[in-house]
């Protein structure tokens, strides 16, 4: 008997199927994985789930009793609990607070009873192994930790069916082994787990079924013995994919960006960058890996003028620029991928053309004087879209009504076609279905092929492997060891992303140069 | 998920089907605006009704006699909303008859007389449309310019300065002259909260207000002392003939050439923020600071800008009921121009266009509210409600949405999910 089952869930926003005729069953003690493209429809199955939407057609059955859900209340009511990818915790309260946060226990009706609700903690803490001190306050806890919180926020409303929507995207390759054990001990005592994600590579590695969506529609559930990675990014792309980047040996030549002792500071005065020197040349691509938060986004953020180095040198082509504004620096020539494409990377309001123009819009052809040329920019706007592929009806729709590939592609053609030197790609790909992933690493290889010095900065070290020539990684502001990319394993990486340095036995086990595999 | 959009590309949207979306969009920000007016002016009514001693009176009969209640309804609000239009357009039948007579006989008295309203609701209406255009400009790079109030006053009494204390220069130059007078004394009052803001990171809201205040009490001072007239009334003398915007017909018709003005303001300024780098820089910084950062744009240069366009603007308001109204300055002259202009350019949505449709409706309930009062005794204030209600409307569209079931469409709907999770 199954504990979840959905049948013929339907649901359209305007203009949108979101959701056609989703069948869906979760036994007892199963781990469901749900793959797919983002906009495949897996988050809106999930939030009518979790009584977050109301679905047009069709019903959801826990126990085999169908049940009505209408908000987030009653899916808990039912046994239902969510864990978010962005994690819904309050960073200055203690783990105990959080727990509490909207299920008070109350003595007298009046006072918070902590002891309790910690008392309850450590139980559900020992019995699951998932550690955590219910006294210390969020702020102060690793991501790992905090996501650990959150399945004790679910497991302490007593759910039994537990979705956990993306859980690998912020974690480093321990945490993952980690979490991983987890949930094989919730599901060894009964529990039921929704697994959301699209990453290939933890599918096969955890599920026992794998159900994949696309454009709003079931593609298939298969067993997790039964299919290979190639096959599932297949059916979810409904094509066959190159999973691999077809790159040469890198050419490297003269020394484009040439970093020396930085040291920044990121908006709240703490010391993030803390001693960073590295170069990169023309013709190849270094990797900055790390987990997210340690220094990266400060770096990139010092390197393209939009926050100032305390101290230490940055040189583009023997320029130094530590002091320079952006608009100085996108003039030398560089390119930038910012991390946050929509705090950063566009206007969303403006049309996609005006998008296309945000750094050159001043600049012939582009501008006479004053006077913005607006048959040159709406037809660079439909060149461009064309060039690199942005799916979109009309390059006149603001940028907020593409999908987060394709706004990322607008990103790419807007960099890629001014004439550039260095390209700095931060999170190039984070949250980009297999297609897009595809398209954008082979133009970053084009890129590099041209001539042009690149630095990827991303906390996914599949992509860090796949792209880079030689490897930084960051751990606490600082540069742990560089490398070449072919002569260490993911293993060892994983060991530096944590702060772990290689003894060198470690580092004589070397891994042979291959052409590396993408993982999503 | 990071961005959760509903929408989608792989069941890629058909190009039809995302026009007629397009043109649906396009409808719905005309028709929620004109809807919101619409039921402002049904709750208007209402409130007229009841505040009408007749009607409760007559309600309180309503069981014995129904009709009586309804009747009563229906005149004290056909009588106060056809005086606020009679008022603010004049008849109809009044201006085609008195065409008539001067056509045939050129005789102009009758048809003067009939075109009176609709001279007032444009005189009324002209610095509205550039207090309007003022505050519109500061959304557009997301400040909230709330001392176009204090700028306005600034503004007039620059105006007047040039105005009364240049003599025996002719009116090309003057007339200029005070109306660069009246700009730099707004540009400057908007000036200095954008700096602050640029500089030290002020809040411009706090600023603005501040800037009012130093305005209002500023004003008090010079009308007391440097720029009083002779006499006991705490004004500034008449200004220069040649410094008057000319007007258009004979007294009483106020029409004068400040209005044409206003309109070629809005088209400067359209063309200015749409279609030159220094607007699209300045809708830039409005839209997404970060981005702005990023792509290079200097931002503190963009609030200043920004500021001194949107404080020059209120400037010119004032200037203009100077120049082309009162001639003359005295105290509570800004009488909430400056207030009102937040109001009109949230209804036009900060576009220059919707700005001065929003100023020519604000202008017309003004000017008719006048008659409203004289002729039904209905309190010009209700006026004032119904402003208020109309920018609630405007504000959150949703009650309309809600009202009048219509459903939003997509793209707007994504808005919802967007950020969801975070």
Redesign the interface.
Known sequence: MPVLELRGITKSFPGVLANDNIDLTLEKGEIHALLGENGAGKTTLMNILYGLYKPDEGEVLVNDQPVSIEDPNDAIEHGIGMVHQHFMLVPVMTVTENVMIGNETTRNRIFLDHDAVSKRIREISDQYGLEVDPNAYIKDLPVGIQQRVEIIKVLYRQADILILDEPTAVLTPQEVKGLFKIVHSLVDTGKSIIFITHKLKEVLEIADRITVLRGGRVVGTTIAGQVDENKLAAMMVGREVNLIVEKKLAKPQELMLEVHDLYVRDEREHLTVNGVSFDVRAGEVLGIAGVQGNGQTELVYALTGLLPAVSGSIRISGTDIHKSTPRQILEQGVAHIPEDRQKHGLVLSFPIYDNLILCNYYLSPFARGVNLQEKTITSNGLELVKQFDVRTPSPSLPASKLSGGNQQKVIVAREFSRPIKLLIAAQPTRGLDVGSIEYIHSRIIQKRDEGTAVVVVSSELDEIIALSDRIAVMYRGQIMDIVQAGEITKEQLGLLMAGVHLSEEEKKAKKPATVVERVF | ?????????????K?N???A??IAAGWQSLLLPLLAIFTGLLIGAIVIAVSDAKVVEAWAQFFQAPGAALAATWKAISTAYGALFGGALGSPKAIVEGFRTYVSTGESTDLLKAIYPLSESLTTSTPYIFAGLAVAVGFRCGLFNIGAEGQFFMGALGAAFVGYNMRGIPWFIHLPLALLGGAAAGAIWGAIPGYLKARFGAHEVVNTIMMNWIAFRLSDWLLNGPMKASGFRPVTPNIDQTAELPRFFADPLRLNWGFPLALLTAYLIYWLLF????G?EI??VG??P?????????IIKNFVLAMVISGALAGLSGSAQVLGVDHWVGQGFSAGYGFDSIAIALLGKSHPFGVVLAALLFGTLRSGATRMQSMAGIPIDIISIIQGLVIIFVAAPAIIRWLYRI?????E???LT?G???
């Open positions: 998920m990071k961005d959760q959009k509903v929408k989608d590309t792989s069941p890629k949207p190009e089907k995302s026009l979306q397009e279609k030159t780098t220094i699209f809708r830039t839209a997404n970060d981005a702005a950062r990023y792509a290079g744009i200097n459903k939003a469409i997509s793209g709907q994504t808005v967007r969801w999770g975070k």
